[in-house]
Structures are given as C-alpha cells and as structure tokens.
C-alpha cells in the first residue's frame, strides 16, 4: 500500500499541555495505521498556557516535525497585566471581576489582533510552506485552530496552490464561541473575523467539527463540514488502573480541567452547600476535587461558603496523572458555558470520563450534544444553569447508591469515542 502525507499545521504540541494538543496528537499517533504519514509544523518558540511533560510519550517515533519562530505578543502582554495569561486560553474575568487593565487587554485583542494574537505567524508561515509544498510530496493539508490564525494560514497556501488539498478542522468555533461576545469588538472588527471565517468555510475542501451541532452551523454557513468529535485513548486508561486510591473512603466528585468565570456552576455549588449544611452523614463523607487551574475568583468564593472543608485542590497535573485522578472518583464534573448558542460544545474531557466509567454530572444549555452523549452511553446527567432540586435529588441518588456499595460502572456504546476508532474515520474521510 502506497503511503500518503499528511501535513499537520498545528499550534499546540507537546510539551503544550491541556485539551488543544490531544487530538491531533492522537490521531498522528494512529494515522500510519490506515496508510497516512503525518508531517507536523508548528511553531519553534511559542507560548503555551500549560505544559506537560507526560504528552511525549505519544509522539510517534521518527515523525518528522518542521519548527519555523513565531512572534506574539503574549510574553509581553503578561508583563503588563497578569490576566493576560488567562486571555491566550479563551478564558476571561467577566462582569465586576474586570478591571480596566482586563478590559482594554481584551479590546486590544479582539479588535488589534484579527483573528488572535498569533497573526503574526501567517505571513511566514505561508512563505516557508509554500516552498516546502513545492518540493515535497502532500497529499493533504490540516490547519487546526484555534488559534484561528491557523486557519489563514491554509487559506492563502489555498489561493496559491489551488490543487492542494486543505481540511480547516475547528476544535471550537470562531464567531460562534461563548467568549467572542465578550472581545469587546468594533463593527469594523466583527465584520471582519466574519468575513474570514466565511472565506475560510468556503475555500476548505472540507471543515472538520468536533460537535454534532458545530457541523451542522458551518455548513448553513457554507462549509463541507464533517464531525468528528473527541475521544479517549485506551492506552490512556489502561496506564492509570488503579494507579491511585483514596487515603480515605469518600465520595469523591472530581473537576478536572480549567474552570473559568464563564462556565461556572453557581447552582452546582449552591446545591453541594445545602445538602452539607442539612445533611450530616453527605458532609462527612463528601469531598469535592479540583484537578487542574480554577479560576481564583470561583475559589474564593467556594472557599467562603460550607464547602470549605470539603475542597481538595491538587491544582494542574499532567495528563497521565490526571487520567488517575478521574478513576480515583466517585462522579465526574463538565461544565460548558449558558448560553445556546454553545449548546454544540462537547469539551474533550467528556469522553476520558466516559472511558473512566464513573458518573458524570454536566452544566450546560438545555438539548446540548453533551446531553445527547450522556443519555447514549448510560454515563450521567445533564443540567441547565437554572435547576437546584433536581440536582441534589441526583447528587444524593447517587451517594446513597455510593454508601451501600451499589455505584456501578455501567456505561455503554462508548467504543465509538475510542481514538482509534475516530482516526478509522478520518482516515475514510482523507481517502
């Protein structure tokens, strides 16, 4: 079988750490095995939010990686204001939490850097890759974003090279993400990011999305969009069995990830602090875990209520520790940003707590594709920013099951989520 090339444009990759390196990552590590080569290019010297060692384990060995320098503004952007940090992750303080160094940051990005901060990578990268597509043999190009600016990157290899073949995979959306109302933009500025993002649907032979419902948008807006979500990797799991355990019998429930202002479970908590404050036997057995950075504002609030002596915070750990974390849980938290236009956001740690069998418990806009999942694979629960009663009544269903020993792993047709299975089908999409 003749072998074909696949050329990766991709801004995070390990030793980047947090959900945006995972899936091309993984699908790198399981291409070769349906006749593809991956070829990455990404920057030299970028600026990721987090790092993580543990990743390098699975980079394919003997893949070819071309660096070319990039120059952003972040590093500096930090020195100024150390919100900064937050804004090149998509995340922000909102309402009073913004100060007037936040909010001139954040009008500076949405409407200086069209489409991020990373603009400025554009223009040599396409000199460099234009050349390296003339004298290499490439099959297809991905661009991978965001950072969006990824994506124009393959546009102009596109109007320069109009036979190459360019797949736009989106691990979130650009006009319709939750926090773009938030870039305090001109109209100048909005027209514009639209504008893009239209040329970039319909110049892609084909858009990837990562939600069932993202794909269904780009293609009202004129893309050949295909979905095909996140997943779990079942070397993953099978590394971490049983790796960690409990110093103590408690029931464990367990956020891992970044939790910012704008997906914060305010009714969650409120909830977590009524059954501890009214029911005896749940606060002494309770804990809540927080594996990952939680937005300092959130904390301090929880810190300030019951919940207080229920809070473990191990703060960022690597993935492969982190994976032992979710196992070493009782339920499992996702939360996802109000409103509905959000409602086709699956975040990629879904599918590790599916893998890890314990029950999840999500936040979110009714009918979001994270409810779809949940009740499909038997693994949890979904709720709107609005319910209480209902969710104690699920939380305490689920801790009585806990106390007499009947909460059982029983989630089902997840193997569709499995990497593997999910490179199978991209694979099929490439052909």
């Not at 940051?105 to 990578?121: L, Q, T, Y």
């Amino acid at each position: 079988m003749v072998e074909k090339k696949i050329l990766i444009i991709t801004y995070y990759w390990p030793p980047a750490g947090g959900p945006g390196v995972q899936r091309w990552l993984k699908f790198a590590k399981y291409l070769p095995d349906f006749g593809w080569k991956p070829v990455i290019y990404t920057p030299e010297n970028p600026s990721y939010p987090l790092l993580d060692e543990s990743l390098l384990k699975d980079v394919p060995e003997n893949i070819e990686i071309i660096k070319t320098k990039i120059r952003e503004p972040y590093q500096l952007a930090e020195k100024l204001n150390k919100s900064n940090k937050k804004f090149k992750a998509g995340q922000f303080d909102v309402g009073q939490n913004q100060s007037w160094k936040s909010k001139l940051s954040i009008w500076v990005r949405g409407n200086f850097f069209i489409p991020d901060a990373r603009v400025f990578w554009i223009r040599p990268s396409v000199s460099f890759l234009e050349q390296y597509l003339k004298e290499n043999k490439i099959d297809v190009v991905v661009t991978s974003g965001p950072p969006h600016s990824l994506h124009l990157i393959g546009l102009r290899l596109k109007k320069k090279l109009p036979g190459l073949k360019w797949v736009a995979d989106f691990r979130d959306p650009w006009t319709e993400i939750s926090y773009y109302k938030h870039l305090k933009l001109t109209r100048s500025s909005d027209k514009k990011h639209r504008r893009l993002e239209s040329e970039v649907f319909k110049n892609a032979d084909i858009t990837l999305a990562t939600s069932y419902t993202d794909a269904e948008n780009f293609r009202k807006n004129g893309a050949h969009a295909v979905c095909i979500t996140n997943g779990f990797d079942d070397s993953d799991s099978k590394d971490q069995k049983g790796k960690t355990e409990n110093l103590q019998p408690l029931f464990t429930l367990s956020y891992i990830g970044v939790l910012e202002q704008l997906r914060n479970p305010e009714n969650l908590w409120n909830c977590l602090n009524e059954l501890v404050k009214t029911c005896p036997d749940f606060a002494e057995d309770f804990i809540l875990k927080f594996v990952g950075r939680v937005d300092e504002k959130i904390l301090n609030t929880i810190e300030n209520s019951n919940l207080k002596k229920h809070i473990l915070n191990l703060g960022y750990l690597s993935h492969d520790k982190a994976v032992g974390e979710m196992q070493n849980s009782d339920m499992l938290l996702i939360t996802n940003f109000p409103n509905d236009s959000s409602k086709g956001i699956i975040p990629g740690k879904i599918f590790e707590y599916l893998a890890s069998g314990k029950q999840i418990i999500s936040f979110g806009p009714d009918q979001a594709d994270v409810s779809k999942i949940l009740t499909e694979t038997n693994a949890g629960k979904h709720f709107s920013y609005h319910d209480s009663e209902t969710i104690k009544t699920f939380i305490l269903e689920k801790y009585k099951l806990w106390k007499n020993g009947n909460l059982l792993e029983n989630t089902q047709n997840i193997e569709q989520f499995s990497r593997k299975t999910l490179t199978k089908k991209l694979a099929e999409i490439l052909d």
